[in-house]
């Protein structure tokens, strides 16, 4: 597989990070809402991801144009990675449940985990998970102690990644012309 770059977009961070959740206005009485809105959010766990940076300006809509502009900086979850070792269903439900957040936050937001293999008798089930995608490095083999990386794992993971961050929309010409809805 040809590798690529994935950093496009400007304002798109990689690296471990927190994104910010929760997030809402809270003035604290309704003659507040002009003078001091009050946004509030939290911040997530860090996690290894790649995340958009945005900058959130806004100003209550009224007859004085002199108003200020509130200003933040607020940081998206795009791709949230977890690694481990040997995946456990106590790691997968955890890992849910910050998906879940990570979309609750950006409804586009993904989640995958990377690892070697996965616990003995363990079969993940995503159906009810908000994770959307599991990559096992290692091929569990009973006879041998140590297995290699598979390599066509590695490739799979970094095209998904890839799917992601590319996705388009679906266009009305796109649907005439392949006769395929993805």
């Known amino acids: 597989m040809q590798r690529q770059p994935i950093l496009k977009n400007k304002g798109i961070v990689w690296g471990h990070q927190n994104f910010h959740t929760n997030i809402r206005y809270e003035p604290r009485t309704f ?12 911040e997530s766990p860090q996690f290894l991801m ?12 009224c007859s004085v144009k ?5 200003q933040y900086q607020l940081k998206l979850p795009l791709i949230i990675f977890h690694t ?7 790691e ?8 879940r957040m990570a979309k609750e936050t950006f409804s586009k937001a993904k989640t ?10 363990f079969v ?14 290692k091929k569990n083999v009973p ?21 992601y961050i590319n996705e388009r929309r679906t266009n009305e010409e796109m649907i005439l012309k392949k006769g395929i809805i993805e």
């Open 31 to 42: 003659f507040d809402i002009q003078s001091q809105p009050m946004l509030k959010y939290a």
């Open 50 to 61: 790649l995340a958009q940076d945005i900058e959130f300006r806004y100003r209550v809509s």
């Open 66 to 70: 002199t108003q200020k502009f509130h």
């Open 84 to 90: 481990v070792k040997n995946l456990t269903m106590k």
């Open 92 to 99: 997968l439900l955890e890992f849910g449940v910050y998906a």
């Open 112 to 121: 995958i985990i990377v690892t070697e293999t996965i616990e003995k008798g």
């Open 124 to 137: 993940p089930n995503l159906a009810d998970s908000k994770v959307d995608s599991i990559f096992i490095l």
């Open 143 to 163: 006879t041998q102690e140590f297995c290699e990386l598979q390599i066509d794992m590695v490739n799979a993971l970094e095209e998904k990644i890839s799917d």
